[in-house]
């Protein structure tokens, strides 16, 4: 309840009330430095509010996962003790299987911690988070480091909680599949949208739509009639708004097509036996990841300011 944050240059954000259900999965999207991940750990107890409080009701167990999660693993424990460490009473089973759910699979479970990268920590550190007995998960970034596959997974197991979800992505499809409301942050001001993703973009659009409609009815009247040369079409995105958004679209499924193939490539047991084909099959993966995640930023970003 009226909750915000105030680094000295004026509120990063105002929210005068906000109220979280349960099955409620609530993706908070806008441009960077609107004050997303800010939220997200005043949410987590990890910053403390300029004005306001967060409330959790009762038997509320809130799990927070960002990415600097990873450095609290024992880097002497393998893959596999340190996700059972969580719950030593969870089966083999379960433990295998949503390891593998993050690419911990086969004889990589009993990797030492510390021989893994920076992006397998992080992997490991949000399979521990979900063996966790939390009904409220607060998630910055989660798909960072994941698959198609394992976003994927990650999107239907978070469909199937009931309790409730906070979710940080530049991920557009993770967010449509996974989000069930949108809350737009942006220039101090938060607005809640009851839908996923792709219904946000959609009330933006007409919002966007509504706001240039007044400004041309305002225009009109405060012009001579005799003046006046208004259109009856309703304004649209400028063709070079449009190319760049379409350009921006076209270049993500370009490149999600790519890491796909890619995927299969180092599936097939013939590139185990050639270890030069299979180290440039990996390399060529993570490159396209990479470019990927930048290539959704930029569509996220073109898509949410249109």
Same mark, same amino acid.
């Given at each position: 309840?009226?909750?915000?944050?105030?680094?000295?240059?004026?509120?990063?954000?105002?929210?005068?009330?906000?109220?979280?259900?349960?099955?409620?999965?609530?993706?908070?999207?806008?441009?960077?430095?609107?004050?997303?991940?800010?939220?997200?750990?005043?949410?987590?107890?990890?910053?403390?509010?300029?004005?306001?409080?967060?409330?959790?009701?009762?038997?509320?167990?809130?799990?927070?996962?960002?990415?600097?999660?990873?450095?609290?693993?024992?880097?002497?424990?393998?893959?596999?003790?340190?996700?059972?460490?969580?719950?030593?009473?969870?089966?083999?089973?379960?433990?295998?299987?949503?390891?593998?759910?993050?690419?911990?699979?086969?004889?990589?479970?009993?990797?030492?911690?510390? $021989? =893994? #990268?920076?992006?397998?920590?992080?992997? /490991?550190?949000? %399979?521990?988070? @979900?063996?966790?007995?939390?009904?409220?998960? &607060?998630?910055?970034?989660?798909?960072?480091?994941?698959?198609?596959?394992?976003?994927?997974?990650?999107?239907?197991?978070?469909?199937?909680?009931?309790?409730?979800?906070?979710?940080?992505?530049?991920?557009?499809?993770?967010?449509?599949?996974?989000?069930?409301?949108?809350?737009?942050?942006?220039?101090?001001?938060?607005?809640?949208?009851?839908?996923?993703?792709?219904?946000?973009?959609?009330?933006?659009?007409?919002?966007?739509?509504?706001?240039?409609?007044?400004?041309?009815?305002?225009?009109?009247?405060?012009?001579?009639?005799?003046?006046?040369?208004?259109?009856?079409?309703?304004? $649209? =995105? #400028?063709?070079?708004?449009?190319?760049? /958004?379409?350009? %921006?679209?076209? @270049?993500?499924?370009?490149?999600?097509?790519? &890491?796909?193939?890619?995927?299969?490539?180092?599936?097939?047991?013939?590139?185990?036996?050639?270890?030069?084909?299979?180290?440039?099959?990996?390399?060529?993966?993570?490159?396209?990841?990479?470019?990927?995640?930048?290539?959704?930023?930029?569509?996220?970003?073109?898509?949410?300011?249109?």
């Amino acid at each position: 309840t009226d909750l915000s944050k105030d680094y000295g240059k004026g509120p990063l954000f105002h929210i005068k009330r906000l109220e979280l259900d349960r099955g409620m999965r609530l993706a908070l999207v806008g441009p960077n430095g609107a004050g997303k991940s800010t939220l997200m750990k005043l949410l987590a107890g990890q910053e403390t509010s300029t004005t306001g409080e967060v409330a959790f009701g009762l038997r509320v167990n809130p799990g927070y996962f960002s990415q600097n999660q990873a450095e609290s693993l024992d880097p002497e424990n393998t893959v596999i003790d340190e996700a059972w460490a969580v719950d030593e009473t969870v089966g083999v089973t379960r433990i295998r299987t949503l390891l593998g759910c993050f690419l911990f699979r086969g004889e990589d479970v009993f990797k030492p911690i510390r $021989k =893994l #990268s920076g992006g397998e920590r992080s992997r /490991l550190a949000l %399979a521990k988070l @979900l063996l966790k007995p939390h009904n409220v998960l &607060l998630l910055d970034e989660p798909t960072n480091h994941l698959d198609l596959g394992a976003k994927e997974e990650l999107a239907e197991a978070l469909s199937a909680f009931d309790g409730t979800a906070v979710l940080i992505s530049h991920d557009r499809f993770f967010l449509d599949n996974a989000a069930t409301h949108v809350l737009h942050v942006e220039n101090g001001q938060a607005t809640l949208y009851s839908g996923n993703y792709t219904y946000y973009l959609g009330k933006r659009e007409d919002e966007r739509q509504a706001a240039l409609e007044a400004a041309r009815q305002a225009e009109a009247a405060a012009t001579p009639v005799a003046a006046r040369q208004t259109s009856t079409k309703p304004a $649209k =995105l #400028s063709y070079k708004q449009e190319r760049a /958004l379409e350009s %921006a679209e076209q @270049l993500v499924m370009d490149l999600e097509e790519r &890491l796909n193939a890619l995927e299969k490539a180092l599936g097939d047991p013939d590139s185990y036996q050639d270890i030069t084909k299979s180290q440039t099959l990996q390399s060529d993966y993570e490159r396209v990841k990479g470019e990927l995640e930048g290539a959704n930023e930029r569509w996220m970003e073109l898509a949410e300011g249109a």
